[in-house]
């Protein structure tokens, strides 16, 4: 059987990668021998990452561990034939008039589609670490950078209609589309925000779904009760919520190298690198004023929606400080469908990243159980 890796020489996103291919046998994950390994640089990588070097043959040491070659690589393993299949690639799609996408994909084009929306205050790369365990167990793994995050498609924030919330269920609805599932049914995943519009695309759109699943967003219905309650606590967690809508909003979020950014993701256990990375796509006037338009275009309060018709995962951590335990219990009422809620106790808004492992293994699951 044949195995591919990828591999990236050195340390740092710039180290060059190369492919290393080798023959195992059917019972390889229980260990397989030392073999002697092809290393070949190529083909160049998409991105900015660097090519050098020449073939060579080098030994491996016990396999899934590391290469020994001139220097010491460290390798991701992945089961299928095709390297591609088990890398994040990053991609440019117009699927909306005028607007241009960037979108990371990883798994086979022809594989059951799983579109993974993001929320605030993170990005797309939230999904770093569920894409090649998606991608593993043979789906097609989409992580949208939404409209106002995607510089190709940041419309004038100065009319808060551009980025209404039928806007971005459109976007979503078009981007799966244009990756092959016109005439197919998707998983649909959506944390925060993009929790949000998940929940909208399951009210209007139910055929289109096989499954759906939310992190750290309550059905709208079951949040805006929480919201009403007479003891104002889900208020008192919200309150970020009224404050976005104000005029320097951003700038407040901006000041001190991006300090409200990093604070709060931070104190949620998100990862530096991570965090980095977020910070690279919101931590400019533009991207960030696209973001918080989102809120002004919606306003405080979210419309109400029906009850949801299709197979239903609902992650929440007891120690999210936006959430409260009303709100998430009170999703049940409002899907009418198999529905399993997952409490992740000690854990706060951002699981995927404070427990990637975790989530991962509850969204196979529910994908697994549900299939398209």
């Known amino acids: ?32 021998p030392q073999k002697m ?11 900015r990452l660097p090519m050098v070097g020449t073939a060579r043959k080098a030994r491996l040491c016990p396999p899934y561990d590391s290469l020994r070659a001139e220097r010491a690589v460290t390798c991701h393993t992945w089961d299928s034939g095709i390297v591609r299949q088990g890398m994040i690639e990053l991609k440019k799609i117009t699927a909306v008039p005028g607007l241009v996408f960037d979108v990371m994909v990883a798994g086979a084009e022809d594989a059951p589609l799983v579109l993974l929306l993001h ?17 593993a167990a043979g789906y ?24 209404s919330f039928d806007h971005l269920l459109s976007d979503a609805v078009r981007i799966a589309a244009d990756c092959g599932n016109a005439d197919r049914r998707l998983h649909l995943v959506g944390h925060d925000w993009g929790g949000s519009i998940a ?40 309150s970020h919520h009224w404050w976005f809508l104000e005029a320097n ?28 990375l977020h910070i690279s796509v919101l931590g400019n006037v533009a991207a960030m004023e696209a973001a918080l338009t989102w809120y002004r275009a919606r306003g405080a309060i979210r ?62 699951a529910h994908l697994a159980a549900h299939p398209a």
């Open 37 to 47: 390994l092809r290393i070949f640089w190529g083909p160049r990588p998409r991105g």
């Open 249 to 276: 909003a951003a700038e407040r979020i901006l000041a001190d190298d991006v300090r409200w950014l990093r604070d709060r993701l931070k104190a949620n256990n998100v990862p530096p690198a991570s965090i980095s």
């Open 303 to 364: 419309a109400p929606l029906g009850v949801i018709r299709v197979p239903t995962l609902f992650v929440w951590g007891d120690a999210d400080d936006t959430v409260g335990r009303v709100a998430a219990e009170g999703t049940a009422e409002f899907v009418a469908a198999p529905y399993q809620f997952e409490v992740l106790p000690g854990i706060g808004h951002f699981a995927a990243e404070q427990v990637p492992d975790q989530v991962t293994a509850l969204l196979l």
């Open 199 to 238: 929940w909208g695309i399951a009210d209007r759109y139910p055929a289109r779904l096989a499954s759906l699943a939310v992190l750290s967003r309550p059905h709208p219905n079951a949040f805006n009760r929480a919201l009403a309650a007479p003891d104002g606590e889900q208020k008192r967690r919200s």
């Open 119 to 135: 929320g605030f205050a993170e990005s797309f790369h939230m999904w770093r670490a569920q894409m090649p365990a998606l991608a």
């Open 1 to 32: 059987m044949k195995l591919d890796r990828v591999c990236r020489v050195g340390k740092g996103a710039r180290a060059p990668v190369v492919r290393v291919t080798c023959k195992l046998d059917c019972a390889r994950r229980a260990g397989a």
């Open 140 to 163: 097609r793994a989409v992580a949208l950078s939404q409209r106002g995050y995607s510089a190709g498609a940041r419309p004038d924030t100065r009319e808060p209609a551009n980025y």
